[in-house]
């Protein structure tokens, strides 16, 4: 059974920064890419990056490039999100996904204010 297991929410203040895990099982966790998605309050779901099963390629949507970090260790089947000078507009529910599999975590809360 896949499961994927999100952790290290919170609330920080505008500026701060977090670090974001996603536990994997129940799959060969270094042959997938493996995606970091979000919502919103009251939004739709916004997808903010992706690395590929190796580690070797990243990417980021434009709104968070240059501020968050995708990073995975496949010996301990584990994806990070680093997020540094986080802004309001950051808050919502991180998910970690395999998109092409259909499969999603729980979600982690990121909530950036003052």
């Known amino acids: 059974e896949v499961q994927l297991v999100e952790s290290g929410g919170g609330l920080v203040q505008p500026g701060g920064s977090l670090r974001l895990s996603c536990a994997a099982s129940g799959f060969t966790f270094s042959y997938y890419g493996v995606s970091w998605v979000r919502q919103a309050p009251g939004k739709g779901l916004e997808w903010v990056s992706t690395i590929s099963g190796d580690g070797f390629s990243t990417y980021y949507d434009d709104s968070v490039k240059g501020r968050f970090t995708i990073s995975r260790d496949n010996a301990k089947n584990t994806l990070f999100l680093e997020m540094n000078s986080l802004k309001p507009e950051d808050t919502g529910v991180y998910y970690c996904?395999?998109?092409?599999?259909?499969?999603w975590g729980q979600g982690t809360q990121v909530t950036v204010s003052s």
């Open positions: 996904a395999l998109l092409r599999m259909g499969y």
